[in-house]
């Protein structure tokens, strides 16, 4: 080996990192969320469209997602418990869920 050449395995640091197998959450569907933090737009009951005479448009207030905006519940989004908003967990973790 070279002088100037880094090692493969280190990339010449000296240090290996060892990552655990992970997998997505099960309890928050990966998206590091927890399910029930977020609120429910009032307007529409979380829908996501509101029924006006002969039709059902997409809800004005929470443009059609469902949720209330960010604004009216800045802390809505609380993040899932069993993977730390990380949306993954380990695999041994995951077959415990």
Known sequence: MSPLATCSL????????LLMPTAP????????????????C??????????????AVSCPCC???GRAADHIWPDSSLYCGCC?????????????L
């Not at 010449?12 to 990192?17: A, I, L, M, N, S």
């Not at 730390?84 to 415990?96: D, F, L, N, T, W």
Request: aromatic share 2%.
């Open 25 to 40: 959450c099960a309890y928050c569907r990966g998206t590091g969320v927890h399910p029930l933090s977020r609120m429910s």
């Open 84 to 96: 730390r908003g990380k949306g993954v967990v380990s695999q041994e973790m995951a077959r415990q």
């Open 63 to 65: 443009d059609g997602t």
């Open 42 to 55: 009032t307007a529409c009951m979380g829908a996501g469209t509101v029924h006006v005479p002969d039709d």
């Open 10 to 17: 280190c990339s010449g640091t000296g240090q290996r990192t």
